[in-house]
């Protein structure tokens, strides 16, 4: 595709239920970030991949939180007994390079709502 | 840590002219402009990769002192089409990047 592809939209889980969302970066990009934004707030990183390789998941707010880009390409957030606190968006982004400042494109984020 | 951006907001007239501050308590080797509008993806606008550095798109503009660990936004002859929330970002290491916590812009006619 174009862009960045994230996917559901809008998700609204229950307290407790288990969520997976996807992201569909650039092809041939190396660099996948997560972010998490609150409204008004701006984006907080999570986790950080280079291909295949989690270089960074010290964003992670708790163990309940999971990520994986098993083939380099497409990634998954998992996040584990949703509580309301983790309601937010969040956002997918890529990058072509590994090493050096380039741009981050970023997907339309899903919107999750834990009730 | 994240850097910080001041104004949190500013409201314009179309035509007049803004700037958005961005500084770090830690060292800068780059940083990034985006523009984020309600209900979308933020957008990238620019990055700044020198000290001293400025530069432009469309009648948007940023300089760069790493020095003093800021960066400046500026936005001339502002467009209704200049509103949304302006973040910049710092990468950490491998374009690990953080962002502020953002400067809404709102251009009424």
């Known amino acids: 595709g174009a862009g960045v592809s994230q996917s559901p939209r809008y998700k609204v889980a229950k307290r407790g239920q288990d969520v997976a969302l996807r992201c569909d970066p650039i092809?041939?990009?190396?660099?996948l970030f997560w972010y998490q934004q609150a409204l008004g707030q701006g984006p907080e990183f999570l986790t950080y991949?280079?291909?295949?390789?989690?270089?960074?998941k010290s964003g992670l707010p708790s163990d309940r939180f999971f990520a994986e880009r098993p083939e380099g390409s497409v990634s998954t957030l998992k996040i584990q007994r949703t509580q309301q606190e983790d309601s937010a968006v969040y956002l997918c982004?890529?990058?072509?390079?590994?090493?050096?400042?380039?741009?981050?494109?970023f997907g339309n984020g899903t919107r999750l709502t834990v009730t | 840590q994240q850097p910080v951006q001041s104004p949190q907001a500013v409201i314009l007239r179309e035509g007049e002219d803004a700037v958005i501050n961005c500084s770090s308590s830690k060292a800068l080797y780059s940083v990034h402009w985006y523009r984020q509008k309600h209900g979308e993806a933020p957008v990238f606008l620019m990055i700044?990769?020198?000290?001293?550095e400025q530069k432009g798109h469309e009648k948007i503009s940023a300089s760069f002192n790493e020095k003093k660990q800021q960066s400046s936004l500026y936005l001339t002859a502002s467009q209704l089409s200049y509103s949304g929330t302006y973040f910049c970002g710092t990468p950490r290491g491998n374009n690990d990047m953080r962002f502020g916590a953002g400067t809404r812009l709102t251009v009424k006619p």
């Open positions: 991949f280079q291909n295949e390789a989690q270089l960074d």
């Open positions: 700044l990769l020198k000290g001293g």
């Open positions: 092809s041939g990009h190396v660099s």
């Open positions: 982004a890529s990058s072509p390079r590994g090493q050096g400042p380039s741009p981050l494109h």
